[in-house]
């Protein structure tokens, strides 16, 4: 995905009500700062590296609580390049032009993504078909289990719908640290968690990349959690193993 600054609210009707910065890992080529304010890509970098160690230890504690052997998951993620870090700004919602949701409907497909969010608030999660609302906690990271947890784990840890509903009052921000795998990863259970113990993989394996292809084909703005594409339809009922 493109990083740099996109302005999603104005790409077209039906989008996110919010503008964004994504950044790549520090010293990625892809990366293209604005020179104002100027100490923007400082503070931005340094940002970078607090959530890497904050996601390093996350990583950790994930690993442990799941029982694998140390280091299975740092071992399975080696590699931080497809990393990202993007600064979002919520504009307040605006009745006229019927910009209403931040962010709709989705759950993240990668390991895990922190947030940091200021006290605006907006952010819900999908729960026996409820939106629950995420309070924001002063000083808290929010931990956001992905698909891709959710396949390694063999169901054990759950992917949530998550979705940002426009403020009212004033414009909401966030900082959100995605950790991320590279397309050309092979997801599926971990052994540990299955033949090992014979316990039955309930996902079938794939690419990361061929996910992310029908994840992306299949995805439409909807107001309705049924409506969105989740990690089950794909991998047990439609998804075919490549030859
Ligand atoms: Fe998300």
Same mark, same amino acid.
């Given at each position: 995905?493109?990083?740099?600054?996109? $302005?999603? /609210? /104005?790409?077209?009707?039906?989008?996110?009500?919010?503008?964004?910065?994504?950044?790549?890992?520090? =010293?990625?080529?892809?990366?293209?700062?604005?020179?104002?304010?100027?100490?923007?890509?400082?503070?931005?970098?340094?940002?970078? &590296? +607090?959530? *890497? %160690?904050?996601?390093?230890?996350?990583?950790?504690?994930?690993?442990?609580?799941?029982?694998?052997?140390?280091? %299975?998951?740092?071992?399975?993620? !080696?590699?931080?390049?497809?990393? %990202?870090?993007?600064? +979002? %700004?919520?504009? &307040?919602?605006? #009745?006229?032009?019927?910009?209403?949701? =931040?962010? +709709?409907?989705? &759950?993240?497909? $990668?390991?895990?993504?922190?947030?940091?969010?200021?006290?605006?608030?907006?952010?819900?999660?999908?729960?026996?078909?409820?939106?629950?609302?995420?309070?924001?906690?002063?000083?808290?990271?929010?931990?956001?289990?992905?698909?891709?947890?959710?396949?390694?784990?063999?169901?054990?840890?759950?992917?949530?719908?998550?979705? #940002?509903?426009?403020?009212?009052?004033?414009?909401?921000?966030? @900082?959100?640290?995605? @950790?991320?795998? =590279?397309?050309?990863?092979?997801?599926?259970?971990?052994?540990?968690?299955? !033949? *090992?113990?014979? /316990? /039955?993989?309930?996902? &079938?394996?794939?690419?990361?990349?061929?996910?992310? *292809?029908?994840?992306?084909?299949?995805?439409?703005?909807?107001?309705?959690?049924?409506?969105?594409?989740?990690?089950?339809?794909?991998?047990?009922?439609?998804?075919?193993?490549?030859?």
């Amino acid at each position: 995905m493109p990083t740099g600054y996109v $302005n999603q /609210a /104005a790409v077209e009707l039906a989008r996110n009500n919010s503008e964004i910065f994504k950044m790549a890992p520090i =010293g990625s080529p892809s990366n293209v700062y604005p020179t104002d304010p100027p100490r923007f890509r400082e503070i931005m970098e340094r940002t970078f &590296k +607090y959530f *890497q %160690r904050t996601a390093a230890l996350i990583e950790t504690l994930l690993n442990d609580a799941l029982g694998l052997p140390p280091g %299975r998951l740092h071992q399975y993620n !080696s590699n931080r390049q497809s990393d %990202r870090m993007i600064a +979002y %700004r919520y504009f &307040k919602a605006n #009745v006229e032009t019927k910009k209403m949701i =931040g962010s +709709y409907p989705h &759950k993240d497909p $990668n390991l895990f993504t922190l947030l940091l969010q200021d006290d605006v608030g907006g952010l819900e999660f999908l729960r026996n078909d409820q939106w629950i609302p995420v309070s924001p906690i002063p000083h808290s990271l929010v931990v956001n289990v992905g698909d891709v947890l959710q396949v390694l784990s063999n169901n054990e840890f759950k992917s949530v719908a998550h979705r #940002v509903v426009s403020p009212s009052e004033k414009d909401r921000y966030s @900082c959100a640290f995605g @950790c991320q795998i =590279g397309e050309n990863k092979w997801v599926e259970p971990f052994a540990e968690l299955t !033949s *090992q113990i014979k /316990a /039955a993989p309930k996902f &079938k394996g794939f690419y990361h990349g061929e996910f992310l *292809q029908l994840l992306g084909a299949s995805y439409k703005p909807t107001l309705e959690p049924n409506d969105t594409f989740t990690l089950m339809d794909v991998v047990v009922n439609n998804y075919t193993l490549p030859a």
